[in-house]
């Protein structure tokens, strides 16, 4: 059985880099849309900024790249870029035979790229190249991370925090835009239609199966129910049952049937919803969060943060 500090690690390394991308992404679709001072835009800015946990909509007269801004580099802020990948990185340093030198280069070079003195003035002058260069490091990280490293349990735990952080991320950000029927509609503009599909990197394989036609309706099933798409909710908890049910055996007997029994729950429910809970998501989208809550206490509960006589033979 692996360390529980080894797993814990491993664990929010897959969160607070997953955390990082989903930022950025959300933020550059943001400073895009509002190059055009319309409704629309204005739309997408409130999106981008409730779909960002404990933030508020711009203040009178804030830029958007003034808040973009303190999402990246802003050390107080403990949800920002800066600090999830400075994070991520104590993480990895503190596992670091656990992790090839590959995985390590990559976090390394993406945490001196967001430290760097001159990283604030780089944004500045080419905010939307700045951001997709961030973004394809990310990905080439977990590129290293596949393909690299062993296909074990730290690799499982690895990819189990980047699933749960992604499937409350986009869940919290399909609940902003259907969550509250009393609310206005959020989706009824084709600019911030496309800008939420593009906020989950899902604009092209929505397109291919839904071609050009953006209904808000099919945005919200392709992000929750799709199957294959690697980031709707129920490929995410799918992936999360998978690898808690490969764990389990490692598990004490007396915990063995907690994550991977919630993980199974919230998986089941995904895949046998009817079009009446699609037509009124917001149970179900503060469900998935809540479940994701759940599991991840499980998980501490399970393999992390357990009583020691568990773990001892009388």
């Known amino acids: 059985m692996m360390l529980a500090r080894v797993a814990d690690s491993l664990y929010w390394i897959g969160r607070y880099v997953e955390r990082a991308e989903h930022l950025c ?7 895009t849309a509002t190059l055009d001072d319309s ?4 739309t997408v800015a409130h999106i981008a ?3 960002m946990e404990d933030r508020e909509d711009l203040a009178p007269g804030q830029l958007p790249m003034d ?3 303190s999402l990246l580099f802003d050390r107080e802020d403990l949800s920002s870029v800066v600090n999830s990948l ?6 990895a340093r503190q596992v670091r035979d656990q992790i090839t030198t590959e995985i390590w280069e990559r976090l390394n070079m993406l945490y001196l790229r967001i430290t760097h003195p001159n990283a604030e003035y780089e944004f500045s002058q080419a905010s939307t190249a700045y951001l997709h260069g961030v973004i394809a490091d990310l990905h080439l990280f977990k590129g290293s991370t596949d393909s690299t490293m062993s296909h074990g349990q730290g690799w499982r735990f690895l990819l189990l925090g980047v699933h749960l952080e992604r499937a409350q991320r986009i869940a919290r950000l399909l609940d902003v835009c259907f969550g509250d029927p009393s609310a206005p509609e959020a989706l009824t503009e084709h600019l911030a239609q496309m800008a939420v599909l593009r906020m989950a990197c899902a604009l092209e394989p929505y397109l291919r199966v839904y071609t050009a ?4 309706l099919f945005v919200l099933q392709f992000l929750l129910f799709d199957e294959d798409f690697p980031r709707s909710i129920r490929f995410s908890t799918s992936r999360i049952e998978d690898y808690l049910d490969r764990l389990a055996p490692h ?8 994550p991977e029994r919630l993980a199974g729950r919230l998986k089941a429910r995904l895949e046998f919803a009817d079009l009446d809970e699609t037509l009124a998501p917001g149970a179900i989208l503060s469900g998935v969060v809540a479940e994701c809550s759940r599991i991840h206490d499980a998980i501490y509960e399970t393999f992390i943060d357990y009583p020691l006589e568990q773990r001892l033979h009388a």
């Open 67 to 69: 808040a973009v801004r």
């Open 39 to 42: 409704e629309a835009a204005a």
């Open 86 to 91: 400075a994070r991520a990185r104590e993480n």
């Open 213 to 216: 036609e953006i209904n808000p």
């Open 251 to 258: 598990a004490s007997v007396q915990n063995r049937a907690g």
């Open 25 to 31: 992404r959300i933020s550059d679709v943001m400073l």
């Open 49 to 51: 900024m409730a779909a």
